[in-house]
């Protein structure tokens, strides 16, 4: 097997050592889909890939897929792991939502926007070392955008901007939101940027396996409703009220009855980016598709950091093998090299 090693020829062109002459190593791209707190399953698989001299070229990425591509692609990698690694809770999650109760979304996304800058200040994305966008949605039209100059930091907060949520990003003279409702797993954007290899990470791939069509359902019998017992005004109505704390309750909160706010608008938004992912990926497959089992955690698991690393870990080691095949598949023989003999 080919042991991959990045190397840079005279001419700007990947190349690498082998036997009696020089190769050029095929562009590597990497396409990064969206799944929220599961995108830290994306540290584990860049980490591996790295460890085995897989170094990619060109980085996409979709909503988290974006945050952590253009981390890795600004050196800040480390950063973004060792946050996750020191959420402890829910409560430290909480922490970095600033809750709005008017605007368009839900969370204003400033604090979690600070952290960014702290970590990619106003770096550009045209001044990082190898070739980045990420993947939005305009509002009005519902135009597919890459994000490929600019800001990092505005095309991360563009990217993962979830509709009802975070507040629309206005990028040029454009609304811009996830790019998840367009393309959840965007190998089409990384070919476009010259890969000629792309290596994907599908984060919703054993969510809905076996999804089916119910054909025939309709009511059940009505149950019979307890009456419910008199209350008191003081019950009713806290002495202390306060409407952020009860957004942040009844959105992360869970009912056994009925689902909770959090629960109708993710599990809508995955059913969507299950269909939609398997569409494009049907029409535009990847080379090698790395599918981390992280169908389990929820989306604001972002205090599991761990779990979901080591997750993305053990996926791309199960990758490396087919990987490192199809690399070696598509780079040229060296020169002077007896030509080969399919067995």
């Not at 080379?287 to 993305?312: C, E, Q, S």
Request: with cysteine; proline share 6%; net charge neutral.
């Amino acid at each position: 097997m080919l042991d991959i090693l990045k190397g840079r020829g005279a001419n700007g062109s990947n190349s690498e050592k082998v036997g009696l002459g020089s190769i050029r190593r095929p562009v590597i791209g990497l396409a990064l889909g969206g799944g929220a707190a599961r995108g830290f399953a994306h540290i584990g698989i860049i980490r591996t890939l790295l460890a085995n001299g897989i170094a990619p070229d060109v980085v996409v990425g979709t909503s988290i897929g974006a945050v952590v591509g253009g981390l890795y692609a600004a050196g800040q990698l480390d950063t973004l792991e060792e946050w996750g690694r020191s959420l402890q809770g829910m409560r430290n999650i909480l922490g970095y939502l600033d809750i709005r109760l008017n605007g368009s979304g839900l969370i204003g996304g400033e604090k979690l926007a600070t952290r960014l800058e702290e970590a990619c200040g106003r770096t550009l994305i045209e001044d990082l070392p190898i070739k980045f966008a990420a993947v939005a949605t305009e509002v009005r039209t519902g135009h597919e955008i890459w994000l490929t100059r600019g800001r990092v930091v505005d095309a991360m907060r563009a990217s993962y901007a979830l509709p009802g949520i975070f507040s629309p990003v206005l990028i040029g003279d454009r609304w811009l939101v996830d790019g998840a409702l367009v393309n959840p797993v965007p190998v089409s954007a990384a070919r476009a940027l010259g890969a000629e290899i792309v290596i994907a990470a599908n984060l919703s791939s054993d969510i809905f396996t076996y999804s089916t069509t119910v054909y025939s359902h309709g009511a059940m019998p009505e149950p019979v409703v307890p009456v419910p017992e008199e209350t008191t005004s003081k019950r009713r109505f806290p002495r202390f009220f306060s409407p952020e704390k009860t957004v942040k309750r009844e959105f992360f909160g869970a009912s056994s009855s009925r689902p909770g706010l959090s629960s109708v608008m993710v599990d809508a938004f995955n059913i969507m980016q299950d269909r939609i992912t398997r569409a494009r990926l049907a029409g535009d497959p990847p080379d090698m598709l790395i599918t981390p089992r992280v169908g389990h955690f929820g989306w604001f698991d972002f205090h599991r950091a761990d779990d979901l690393i080591a997750l993305g870990t053990r996926a791309a080691e199960r990758a490396l093998d087919s990987i490192q095949e199809a690399i070696h598949v598509l780079a040229p023989p060296p020169e002077g090299a007896a030509p080969k003999i399919s067995e």
